[in-house]
């Protein structure tokens, strides 16, 4: 009998309790709901890869201005060829590979060459939100129900793992991404639009966060229809007031929807009409066509990561940070900014960008919405050295004219559901006495979300000028604590409101 040319690892040699010398924490199994896939060995998986490769590369030696698509779909091809002879030779050996693990093997071969590795598979579980990854077999899986389970190891050694990681880098990063002792964080944008987070030699293992966008493509109506973050009144307000040119800065807390809204304010934005984003990393996607034949002018620019050594500034060569680029957006053209998340230096210059452009949109991270001043004040003065809290305040009051606030009710802990609604729309006012002017727009009604309380003064007349008459919203500010807005769904929360 003929001898397999590939042998698995035996399933016991896997199961060592200890990984790089750290135990394994013990998290709890996965739930039915989440049942394990098929098990894939991926001493198998690196043999298959390293066939197809071969074969790739002698196939397209003498192949010039080859194709991504091409190169790929040749792979694929390789790839069926080689699993197949894989799967005779282990019926030989009286080893028969089922259906569903070939095709495990199969995809975990591609996923290695073309997607994310060991990672691709929880990328495309629809009901993974979130990944924490502590080593190489530390994996925290978080579900879209709230509950958290243990997932299976993402590399066999965390070798392993930060070269999967470098190479993904490499190989998937629109822009130069790099991962090294020099270069020990990594930010970036995963195939599947999800966003990745990675921490080297700063802490005792190799750290990975991922965030996966469940609404990535939500249109603004999806938000109002499907999703409850907006009501009818909203929508109107928010797209007029984008229509009016008002620069618009979205607040909340970490997952409450800050980047959602942006992104699917952004996309009422007509499609002729050219407009930048800037980026730390790619998130937004605005500048990817959603359906095939739609145009598309977006100007997207990310930022770029140095490599070696310090210049007498503190930048590595070859360096490009948001803050950098954000002076050549003047000279584009344009009238629109988006900065994706503006969380750091960046904050400075886009407060100036707004000062002197029109539908500028932004988002920051603020605990309640009375805090947004604050927090915009503190970064400025943070990671402006030119600037003072003063200043700070008066470029605010100033640039931004609405700050839409997003509220986030997770109860799931205790059987409840994940709320997401804007709770506040703020218009800014300008200065007076020394303080920020302004006027709550919209306010939180009985249940928290936004309902209308005054009629906006500020830019009352640029809404007028696109067809948009404020006066539609007295009847609700004068129906007072029955002013419900015009949500037409209950907000089912556990939690009794005061």
């Known amino acids: 009998m003929t001898a397999p040319r590939f042998v698995p690892i035996p399933p016991e040699a896997a199961a060592a309790p200890r990984v790089n010398g750290h135990a394994r924490v013990a998290y709890p199994a996965p739930p039915a709901p989440h049942a394990a896939p098929v098990p894939v060995d991926y001493a198998v998986v690196r043999q298959l890869q390293a066939r197809v490769t071969e074969t790739l590369t002698r196939i397209l030696a003498d192949s010039a201005n080859v194709t991504a698509a091409h190169r790929r779909e040749t792979a694929a091809r390789i790839g069926r060829e080689v699993m197949a002879d894989y799967v005779v030779a282990m019926a030989h050996a009286g080893q028969p590979v089922s259906p569903a693990a070939e095709q495990a093997l199969l995809d975990a071969v591609v996923a290695g060459m073309f997607g994310a590795g060991r990672l691709q598979r929880l990328l495309d579980d629809p009901k993974i939100t979130n990944v924490h990854i502590i080593g190489c077999d530390q994996v925290l899986l978080h579900h879209a129900d709230g509950s958290r389970s243990r997932g299976e190891p993402v590399a066999d050694s965390d070798d392993e793992l930060i070269g999967m990681l470098q190479v993904l880098a490499m190989r998937v990063a629109a822009t130069e991404r790099q991962l090294s002792e020099s270069n020990p964080e990594l930010d970036m944008q995963l195939p599947d639009g999800s966003r990745m987070t ?186 402006g050295n030119d600037i003072g809290a003063e200043q700070a305040l008066r470029m605010a009051a100033q640039g931004i004219d609405l700050i839409v606030y997003t509220s986030v009710v997770d109860e799931r802990a205790i059987g409840g559901g994940e709320h997401r609604f804007v709770s506040h729309v703020i218009e800014v006012g300008g200065m007076r006495d020394g303080r920020v002017v302004t006027t709550t727009v919209f306010g939180p009604g009985a249940d928290g979300r936004a309902v209308p309380r005054h009629l906006p003064e500020r830019i009352r007349e640029d809404l007028m000028d696109v067809g948009y008459d404020p006066r539609e919203l007295i009847a609700y500010i004068e129906a007072g604590p029955h002013n419900r807005g015009s949500w037409t769904r209950e907000l089912h929360t556990k939690r009794v409101r005061s």
């Open 198 to 383: 990675v921490l080297y030699k700063v802490s005792p293992r190799p750290v990975v966060y991922i965030r996966k966008h469940s609404l990535f493509t939500a249109t603004l109506e999806e938000l109002r229809d499907r999703w409850g973050m907006i009501d009818l009144l909203l929508y109107r307000f928010l797209t007029k007031a984008l229509d009016a040119g008002a620069n618009i800065m979205i607040a909340g807390l970490a997952a409450s929807g800050k980047t959602t809204l942006l992104r699917a304010l952004a996309r009422t934005i007509p499609a002729g009409e050219p407009y930048i984003t800037l980026e730390e990393s790619r998130e937004l996607g605005l500048h990817e066509t959603v359906h095939p034949g739609d145009e598309n002018w977006v100007i997207s620019l990310e930022s770029l990561q140095g490599h070696g050594e310090y210049d007498a500034n503190g930048k590595r060569r070859g360096e490009k940070t948001l803050h950098d680029m954000m002076p050549i957006t003047q000279r584009l053209g344009v009238r629109r900014v988006i900065v994706g998340e503006t969380r750091g230096r960046e904050i400075v210059p886009m407060l100036r960008a707004m000062t002197v452009s029109r539908g500028a949109m932004c988002t920051i991270h603020s605990r309640q919405a009375r805090e947004v001043m604050d927090s915009i004040v503190q970064l400025a003065c943070s990671y």
